[in-house]
C-alpha cells in the first residue's frame, strides 16, 4: 500500500469526547466496528452516519438501530433528486442518460425518506440542499422539488435538517427563508464566507467544519470560522473525503477529527479542550440526541 493510500495514523487523544457531525461509513474501508474503536481511542465518541440515497438512507438507520454510538440522518442527496427525475447521473457524473422516472419516482423516493424520518433512531433529516457544481440547470427544478420536501419532512418528524449547500448559497438561504427553516438546521461542510455566516449565526443555524478548514486555500473559511459563535459550532470529518492537512488526499475517517478540532481551536483562538467541550454539547443540541 502506498503512503499516498495508506489510512493516517491515529492522531493524539481528545481531553474531551466529541462527535463526528457527518460521516459515510458505508463508503469507508474496514467495518463499522473497527471505525467505531477508531474513533473511540482518540475521543470521538459518537458519529452522525449520513445517507444519500435511498438505500444509504436504509443502511444508516440499521446502522443507527445496531450501534448506540451512531446516528442517523437519511435523505435524497441533492445530485441524487435529478437522476431520478430526468434519468440523467448529470449531478453524479455529467455522463449518459438512464432510467427516467420523472417527478413520480421522485415522490416515491421521498416517501420512503419521509418513512426511515419517523424511526427514534433517525436524527436528522439530509444531507439535502443544492449543488450548483454538479447538477447543470435542467437538474434545478428537480433540486429544489427535492429540498423543499426534505424541509416540510423535517418540520413535521420534528428532526434537525442537514444541508448540503455547493455553490448555491443566495438560493439555498431563500429557500430556506421561503419555507421556514427548522428549529434545528445545520450547515454540513459549511462552504460560505465570514458574511455568510454571520447571516446564519442570526438565523441560529449550525455551521459544521470539515478537514478542508485546514487547506492553504481555505482562508476564506477560517475567516467564517472565526466569526462563527461558538454555540453554534460543529465538527465533521466528511469520511471518506475531505482529509484534513497533513494527510490531504489520503483516507478519511471519524478518528482524524482531532486534527481538524486541533486546527480550529487556533483559529478560534482558545483551547482544543474549550472547543472541544463547545462542539460536544452543541453537536447533542443540534441533532437531539
Not at 71 to 88: F, K, Q, S, T, W
Not at 220 to 227: E, G, K, T
Not at 245 to 270: C, D, F, H, S, W
Request: proline content about 6%.
Amino acid at each position: 500500500m502506498s503512503s499516498k493510500s495508506a489510512p493516517p495514523p491515529l492522531p493524539e487523544p481528545l481531553g474531551v469526547a466529541v462527535a463526528d457531525s457527518h460521516t459515510h461509513l458505508d463508503m469507508q474501508e474496514g467495518t463499522v466496528e473497527e471505525a467505531l474503536a477508531r474513533a473511540a481511542a482518540v475521543g470521538v465518541t459518537t458519529v452522525v452516519q449520513v445517507g444519500c440515497d435511498i438505500k444509504g438512507s436504509q443502511w444508516a438507520a440499521e446502522t443507527a438501530a445496531a450501534h448506540r454510538e451512531v446516528h442517523a440522518a437519511v435523505a435524497l442527496h441533492p445530485n441524487e433528486a435529478p437522476r431520478i427525475v430526468l434519468g440523467d447521473p448529470d449531478g453524479w457524473s455529467r455522463q449518459g442518460v438512464r432510467d427516467a422516472g420523472g417527478y413520480a419516482a421522485l415522490d416515491d423516493a421521498l416517501a420512503e425518506i419521509d418513512r426511515l424520518a419517523a424511526l427514534d433512531v433517525v436524527k436528522a433529516v439530509g444531507e439535502t440542499g443544492l449543488d450548483r457544481f454538479r447538477t447543470g440547470p435542467e437538474g434545478m427544478a428537480a433540486q429544489e422539488r427535492s429540498f423543499r420536501a426534505h424541509i416540510e419532512i423535517a418540520k413535521r418528524h420534528g428532526k434537525a435538517l442537514v444541508i448540503h449547500d455547493r455553490e448555491a448559497h443566495a438560493d439555498v438561504l431563500r429557500i430556506l427563508a421561503e419555507e421556514g427553516a427548522p428549529e434545528r438546521t445545520i450547515f454540513h461542510c459549511y462552504s460560505g464566507d465570514a458574511e455568510m455566516a454571520e447571516v446564519c449565526a442570526t438565523a441560529g443555524y449550525f455551521m459544521s467544519f470539515a478537514g478542508n478548514v485546514t487547506f492553504k486555500n481555505a482562508q476564506p473559511l477560517r475567516d467564517a470560522l472565526a466569526v462563527a459563535p461558538a454555540d453554534l459550532v460543529l465538527v465533521e470529518t466528511d469520511a471518506p473525503f475531505l482529509t484534513p492537512v497533513p494527510y490531504r488526499g489520503r483516507p478519511n475517517a471519524p478518528y482524524l477529527i482531532p486534527v481538524t478540532l486541533r486546527a480550529m481551536a487556533q483559529v478560534k483562538g482558545t483551547d482544543e479542550d474549550t472547543l472541544a467541550a463547545a462542539i460536544a454539547a452543541n453537536t447533542a443540541r443540534a441533532f437531539g440526541y
